[in-house]
């Protein structure tokens, strides 16, 4: 079962993360689903986000913008490759709802 990839979840999200880079040789693989069984990836311009090495995420809280327009708060997820997939949370719209799973992957060491 996955995990809803959103803004009150933010906190353990975090602290997963942490804790996976944290260990010895390993690093944090995500997935990320348009559903809550976790049978449909989501895609972005570097395609399917299956087994991404997360590297960090962050939290924004709403905000006025310089415009004088709110913002909604939303979350950023940093891959490994330089991409980014960003979530933002709209309170009037919740069409737009993700899920996560989180795995440990082994990073690849070199011998000389």
Known sequence: ???ELNTANYDVLNEQIKTILQSYGKTALISI????????IV???HG????????SVCYTKSYIGADGNPT?????????DGSTF?????????DDKYWYVLT???IKTLSF
């Not at 689903?33 to 449909?40: E, K, P, V, W």
């Not at 960003?86 to 919740?94: A, E, L, N, R, W």
């Open 48 to 55: 399917a986000i299956k087994d991404r090495q997360a590297m």
């Open 43 to 45: 895609s972005d311009a």
């Open 33 to 40: 689903y348009s559903d809550a069984d976790a049978q449909n």
């Open 72 to 80: 909604s708060p939303y979350v950023e997820i940093f891959f490994l």
């Open 104 to 106: 440990t992957g082994n």
């Open 86 to 94: 960003t979530d933002v949370f709209k309170s009037t719209d919740d």
């Open 1 to 3: 079962m996955a995990t």
